[in-house]
């Protein structure tokens, strides 16, 4: 019996979010710090000294810790929900919440859902709707649920705005439909992202624990977030077009010291010291969260972000500065 709850257990994952030291602003000492996800709990399960702690009786997984980490800091396994979108294909997927009683494809809390989903659905042009319950009476989230949902909704919409083609996507309240649809097993998950097809298990979405990053890869710095975000890009915008993905700038009086990568939370920012002592900045944009880490922690604060990006601009490192002299 107990075999079969450690199974049923490890189905559906841990609920305290996995947390990476090195992207956080606080472990960072980026100027100012970070306290979102402390601010936002709606249990005061979050607690910051010089990293993020997260207590798990406290923790309902309702994931509002996650969607305002500007760094990637605080993650949950987001193929889960792309597989379940990515299940429902041409016929429209639908995601509740688990307190909502419409069933289906649901999640613990809407709080789960980040711009990733929304821009992977727009990319496949799934018209995605999104059911809560009575938030303001709910204990699992917050009752700005639904708000935060939107601006959420409206951040995808920026990004999917270089394509030409928003996602089609609708937030209401569960009004007594019981739902019925694919259900997607962890095991069927990545199949799913790939061919739009799983097995039927369970209504929750099941999701993988999450394993550590290892730092020394440099591809696993990257947050899965926005890896998806810019993976689900779809179509591919014209080099030439705008893209909304905030990334910084140096503007003249650059002192060239080391700041800006050392609080980088991604380590997107590289610095190169050239033999005869010039200083080479490059950015890594896919890898770049638009955290303001290094604007805000630029001593002469030259350092400013643009909102928007051209395209093209993602095919190699983009050039930040070149020609300081450190001797």
């Given at each position: 019996?107990?075999?079969?709850?450690?199974?049923?257990?490890?189905?559906?994952?841990?609920?305290?979010?996995?947390?990476?030291?090195?992207?956080?602003?606080?472990?960072?000492?980026?100027?100012?710090?970070?306290?979102?996800?402390?601010?936002?709990?709606?249990?005061?399960?979050?607690?910051?000294?010089?990293?993020?702690?997260?207590?798990?009786?406290?923790?309902?997984?309702?994931?509002?810790?996650?969607?305002?980490?500007?760094?990637?800091a605080l993650e949950y396994d987001v193929t889960a929900t792309l597989g379940a979108i990515k299940a429902h294909g041409e016929s429209g997927a639908t995601l509740t919440c688990s307190q909502s009683g419409a069933g289906g494809q649901s999640l613990t809390c809407l709080g789960r859902v980040t711009p990733s989903a929304v821009v992977a659905a727009g990319g496949w042009d799934i018209e995605l709707t999104l059911l809560h319950g009575?938030?303001?009476?709910?204990?699992?989230?917050?009752?700005?649920?639904?708000?935060?949902?939107?601006?959420?909704?409206?951040?995808?919409?920026?990004?999917?705005?270089?394509?030409?083609?928003?996602?089609?996507?609708?937030?209401?309240?569960?009004?007594?439909?019981?739902?019925?649809?694919?259900?997607?097993?962890?095991?069927?998950?990545?199949?799913?992202?790939?061919?739009?097809?799983?097995?039927?298990?369970?209504?929750?979405?099941?999701?993988?624990?999450?394993?550590?990053?290892?730092?020394?890869?440099?591809?696993?710095?990257?947050?899965?977030?926005?890896?998806?975000?810019?993976?689900?890009?779809?179509?591919?915008?014209?080099?030439?077009?705008?893209?909304?993905?905030?990334?910084?700038?140096?503007?003249?009086?650059?002192?060239?010291?080391?700041?800006?990568?050392?609080?980088?939370?991604?380590?997107?920012?590289?610095?190169?010291?050239?033999?005869?002592?010039?200083?080479?900045?490059?950015?890594?944009?896919?890898?770049?969260?638009?955290?303001?880490?290094?604007?805000?922690?630029?001593?002469?604060?030259?350092?400013?972000?643009?909102?928007?990006?051209?395209?093209?601009?993602?095919?190699?490192?983009?050039?930040?500065?070149?020609?300081?002299?450190?001797?």
């Amino acid at each position: 019996m107990l075999e079969g709850m450690f199974k049923l257990l490890g189905e559906y994952g841990n609920p305290v979010p996995r947390y990476t030291g090195q992207r956080c602003l606080v472990e960072r000492m980026a100027v100012g710090g970070c306290d979102l996800c402390q601010q936002v709990c709606p249990h005061e399960a979050v607690s910051i000294d010089r990293g993020v702690s997260i207590d798990p009786a406290k923790c309902t997984s309702c994931g509002l810790c996650v969607q305002v980490c500007p760094s990637g800091a605080l993650e949950y396994d987001v193929t889960a929900t792309l597989g379940a979108i990515k299940a429902h294909g041409e016929s429209g997927a639908t995601l509740t919440c688990s307190q909502s009683g419409a069933g289906g494809q649901s999640l613990t809390c809407l709080g789960r859902v980040t711009p990733s989903a929304v821009v992977a659905a727009g990319g496949w042009d799934i018209e995605l709707t999104l059911l809560h319950g009575d938030c303001p009476s709910c204990a699992v989230g917050r009752p700005d649920v639904p708000e935060r949902l939107a601006a959420v909704v409206a951040d995808a919409q920026q990004l999917r705005a270089a394509t030409g083609r928003p996602a089609r996507v609708s937030i209401r309240k569960a009004a007594g439909e019981q739902l019925k649809g694919p259900q997607v097993s962890r095991r069927g998950m990545f199949g799913a992202l790939a061919r739009g097809a799983g097995r039927v298990v369970a209504q929750v979405i099941p999701e993988s624990p999450l394993p550590f990053v290892d730092w020394s890869v440099p591809e696993e710095r990257r947050p899965a977030e926005w890896l998806w975000r810019r993976r689900a890009l779809k179509p591919t915008p014209a080099p030439d077009t705008l893209v909304a993905w905030a990334s910084p700038r140096i503007e003249p009086g650059c002192i060239d010291c080391p700041v800006c990568t050392n609080v980088c939370p991604t380590e997107a920012i590289e610095r190169e010291v050239e033999p005869d002592g010039r200083i080479t900045l490059h950015l890594d944009l896919a890898a770049c969260t638009g955290c303001r880490a290094c604007a805000d922690s630029c001593p002469p604060q030259v350092i400013v972000m643009s909102p928007e990006v051209p395209e093209g601009y993602f095919a190699a490192p983009m050039l930040l500065r070149e020609g300081g002299q450190l001797f």
